[in-house]
C-alpha cells in the first residue's frame, strides 16, 4: 500500500511542478507572459461557478450515455449523490468517496457529457480498474487520457 500512495504522491507532485502550480498560486508578479497567462486562467477556473442542473436534466444526459430512455438512478442514495453533486449552483471541488457498486462511474461521466463540461479528473490506484472505466469511458464517447 506504502508504494502505491508513494506513486500517487510522486505523479501529484509531477504535476503540480509540470504547472508550477506553487509558484503561481503565490501571487508574485509573473516573470513571463506564458506565467501571466496561466495566472490569469487558475484564477478563473478557481473562482468557476458551474450552473446547478434538474433532476429532469441529468436523467436525460445519463439515458442519453447508456442509450436507454428508460435508465433511471437506481443504486441506493445514487440519485441524492448526483443531485448534491450537480443539482445547485457551486462553487467547490467535490470528493465523493464511495462503496463498490454504488454507482460511483455515473458521475464522473456525467461531469464529463454536461454543457458546460470542463475537464473531470479521476484518481484510480488500480490498474485492472482503470482499463476496466477507460473502456467504459469509451463505449459511451467520452475521451479519456491516462
Known amino acids: 500500500m506504502n508504494t502505491l500512495l508513494h506513486r500517487g504522491f510522486r505523479a501529484s ?36 461557478q458551474r450552473q446547478g442542473y434538474s433532476e429532469e436534466d441529468l436523467l436525460q444526459v445519463a439515458q442519453r450515455l447508456y442509450h436507454s ?12 449523490r ?10 467547490e471541488q467535490i470528493i465523493l468517496i464511495l462503496g463498490t457498486g454504488s454507482g460511483k462511474t455515473l458521475i464522473p461521466m456525467l461531469s464529463a457529457s454536461l454543457p458546460d463540461a470542463g475537464t473531470t479528473i479521476m ?24
Do not use: C, Y
Open 82 to 91: 448526483v443531485m448534491t453533486t450537480f443539482g445547485a449552483p457551486f462553487n
Open 123 to 146: 484518481i484510480i490506484p488500480i490498474v485492472a480498474l482503470r482499463v476496466d472505466m477507460i473502456k467504459r469511458f469509451e463505449a459511451v464517447g467520452i475521451p479519456s487520457l491516462v
Open 13 to 48: 507532485d509531477s504535476w503540480r511542478s509540470l504547472f508550477r502550480f506553487d509558484h503561481i498560486l503565490q501571487g508574485k508578479r509573473p516573470s513571463s507572459p506564458s506565467d501571466a497567462l496561466m495566472m490569469q486562467a487558475a484564477k478563473r477556473s478557481r473562482f468557476r
Open 69 to 80: 430512455p428508460t435508465f433511471q438512478f437506481r443504486r441506493p442514495g445514487q440519485h441524492r
